[in-house]
C-alpha cells in the first residue's frame, strides 16, 4: 500500500497560526473523527459563529480542514478533517518553538482527557480488552528514530481515516512520540556505562 499523503507545515507564520487555541480544538474534534458546522465550534469553544468561521476558513487555507457536502436545505454546513497526514517541520525552531509548544500541549490536554474518559467510563467487554497504554525508552541514533518513525507511519497507512461502515468499528486513539530525552539543563544524558 502506498504511503497517504503528508502535509508538512514548515512557515512560522502558519505554525504560530495553528497554535491559537480555537484551532487546536477543532483540529482536536476532527481528528477525532467528529463533524461540526460553525455554530457548533463556536458553541464548544466560547466564541461568535463569526469569529469560528474566521479560524475555520484558516484551518481550510492550510489545508487541514474542508467544508463536508451539504446535508439537508445546506444552509449551514459541517466542516470535516482533510484525509491527509501532517507534521510540524519549522524553518526556524527557534522562533516557533513557543507556538510547537501549544500545539503538543493542546494535543496532549485532549489526549489526556480522551484517555481518563475511556478509564472512568470503566466499559467493560471485548473493547476494555483490547485498550493499551505503554511507554518504552529504547537508546537510538537520530537515523533509526526517523526510520521507526516512518515504518510506525507506513503501518497506520495500512488502517483507515474514516469509518468504514464495517460492523463494530469505532475511531481509536493512535498517538506516538519519538523524541530525545534531556537533563534537567537541556542536555542529552550521559552514556549508561
Known amino acids: 500500500m502506498t504511503s497517504r499523503p503528508e502535509k508538512v507545515i514548515s512557515d512560522p507564520k502558519a505554525i504560530r497560526a495553528l497554535a491559537h487555541p480555537a484551532r487546536i480544538t477543532v483540529l482536536n474534534e476532527l481528528i477525532s473523527g467528529?463533524?461540526?458546522t460553525a455554530t457548533e465550534f463556536a458553541e464548544l469553544i466560547g466564541l461568535t459563529p463569526s469569529a469560528m468561521s474566521y479560524h475555520l476558513r484558516a484551518l481550510e487555507r492550510f489545508g487541514l480542514i474542508e467544508r463536508a457536502p451539504a446535508e439537508g436545505d445546506g444552509r449551514e454546513r459541517r466542516w470535516r478533517r482533510v484525509e491527509v497526514g501532517w507534521r510540524i517541520e519549522s524553518e526556524q525552531p527557534a522562533v516557533t518553538a513557543p507556538a510547537e509548544a501549544a500545539l503538543v500541549a493542546g494535543f496532549l490536554d485532549h489526549q489526556r482527557r480522551e484517555v481518563l474518559d475511556y478509564i472512568e467510563a470503566a466499559e467493560e467487554g471485548p473493547w476494555r480488552e483490547v485498550?493499551?497504554?505503554s511507554r518504552s525508552i529504547r537508546w537510538l541514533t537520530r537515523d533509526q528514530v526517523a526510520a521507526l518513525g516512518e515504518q510506525l507511519r507506513a503501518l497506520l497507512d495500512d488502517f483507515p481515516l474514516t469509518d468504514p461502515g464495517?460492523?463494530?468499528?469505532?475511531?481509536?486513539a493512535i498517538t506516538s512520540?519519538?523524541?530525545?530525552?534531556l537533563d534537567a539543563d537541556g542536555s542529552a544524558p550521559a552514556p549508561i556505562e
Open 34 to 36: 467528529r463533524a461540526r
Open 131 to 133: 485498550g493499551s497504554l
Open 166 to 172: 464495517e460492523p463494530d468499528t469505532r475511531p481509536v
Open 177 to 181: 512520540t519519538l523524541f530525545p530525552i
